[in-house]
Nanobody, 120 residues
């Protein structure tokens, strides 16, 4: 199983940008075997939602609320996925999590994530 730690969150004004990173640990073979990487977010009092997905073929998918503003991309084995967030809005405020082949979604164990707060 791959262990994941998110970073890059913070406080930003509306219209600002942040880049989230996801660090992976575990065997390189396990990391390379991942076929789908996801970013999720959970705002206070709301359900966790999928924000963006990228497959090992480079195919991407985004929630309607972030299309045109967020970009998910692949990286190297130890930092396999990132999320560039532009033109941030207050409604983007949430804790953001990465996931590998939905292992966290299936296990229910999410870790701390990284907090993104968009506020003036």
């Amino acid at each position: 199983q791959v262990q994941l730690v998110e970073s890059g969150g913070g406080l930003v004004q509306p219209g600002g940008s942040l880049r989230l990173s996801c660090a992976a640990s575990g065997s390189i073979a396990s990391i390379f075997s991942i076929s789908t990487w996801n970013w999720y977010r959970q705002a206070p009092g709301k359900e966790r939602e999928s924000v963006a997905t990228i497959t090992n073929t480079g195919s991407t998918n985004y929630a309607d609320s972030v299309k045109g503003r967020f970009t998910i991309s692949r990286g190297n084995a130890r930092n396999p996925v990132s999320l560039q967030m532009n033109n941030l809005k207050p409604e983007d405020t949430a804790v953001y999590y990465c996931d590998a082949d939905r292992q966290r979604l299936r296990s229910g164990s999410w870790g701390q994530g990284t907090q993104v707060t968009v506020s003036s």
